[in-house]
């Protein structure tokens, strides 16, 4: 089965930085492009930033967070971060990593994590 456990999700002040995890088990890490995705209360998940699989240092971002925001994989941890700087009270949302089927179409989501921008 096809897992992603995201954590690091928690309350910061607005300029602050978070970074999230996602760990992954249950399929061949290496060969799938990652994804994190933000859902905020009542509405659907947005995508916030991709890293590709054979070129890792391939990345996406959406505009609202390019700059700011930084997704990196380490393929022998099976694990992809999303490092988040100068948060704002507007990304206040919830977390997820997914696995991609392609650039920005989720295939497998992992569980959520809160994240909480105070002003």
């Known amino acids: 089965d096809v897992q992603l456990q995201a954590s690091g999700g928690g309350l910061v002040q607005a300029g602050g930085s978070l970074r999230l995890s996602c760990v992954a088990s249950g399929f061949d890490f290496d060969d799938i492009a990652i994804g994190w995705f933000r859902q905020f209360p009542g509405k659907g998940r947005e995508g916030v930033g991709c890293?590709?699989?054979?070129?890792?240092?391939?990345?996406w971002y959406s505009d609202s967070v390019k700059g700011r925001f930084t997704v990196a994989r380490d393929n022998a941890k099976d694990t992809v971060y999303l490092q988040m700087n100068n948060l704002r009270p507007e990304d206040t949302a919830v977390y997820y990593c997914?696995?991609?089927?392609?650039?920005?179409?989720?295939?497998?989501w992992g569980q959520g994590t809160q994240v909480t921008v105070s002003s």
């Open positions: 997914a696995t991609l089927f392609s650039l920005w179409v989720p295939l497998d």
């Open positions: 890293v590709g699989s054979e070129d890792i240092t391939a990345t």
